[in-house]
């Protein structure tokens, strides 16, 4: 993951391409804040992978609220700005699963945890991101995995 970002920076210096350059060092300086917070807590490698996926997914979530507020507050550019970063970051996450992939992949979860309250998402949440890290919406995941607790 990290040679992806790594070599995507060096594209975007070579192709000049100021948006993506700018947003790839965003990307940058996120994980070496992350990794610095971990070399404090003993892991002198840094971050895994599915962090990295899960920081993306951070960055991603504000650039759309950010782009939603812009939109309210008739910024329709700075939203658009926003949209274009969303665009770059995504390029660095797996392909996302679809609504009905979702669901199914909730649909097992519940069954391997044994899950049948609401008492037990933490249990269900926790199985998501170890086994889909990076490739599903976990806010939305939360609200179809605590329905269907509901409706067990």
């Keep these: 993951m990290r040679d992806r970002i790594s070599q995507a920076m060096k594209e975007a210096l070579k192709s000049k391409d100021q948006k993506a350059l700018a947003t790839i060092r965003l990307i940058s300086a996120a994980l070496k804040d992350r990794d610095i ?3 404090s807590q003993d892991n002198a490698d840094g971050i895994s992978d599915d962090e990295i996926l899960s920081l993306l997914q951070t960055m991603i979530k504000q650039r759309a609220e950010s782009a939603k507020l812009y939109v309210e507050g008739n910024r329709p550019e700075l939203a658009e700005a926003e949209q274009q970063e969303i665009t770059i970051i ?11 992939a979702v669901e199914a992949a909730i649909k097992t979860a519940l069954d391997e945890t044994g899950s049948s309250s609401v008492k037990d998402m933490g249990k269900v949440m926790n199985y998501l991101k170890t086994h ?19 409706e067990s």
């Design 132 to 150: 889909f890290a990076g490739q599903m919406d976990f806010s939305m995941a939360s609200q179809l995995v605590k329905k269907a607790l509901l």
């Design 90 to 100: 995504q390029q660095f996450l797996p392909e996302q699963l679809d609504e009905a």
């Design 37 to 39: 917070a971990a070399r």
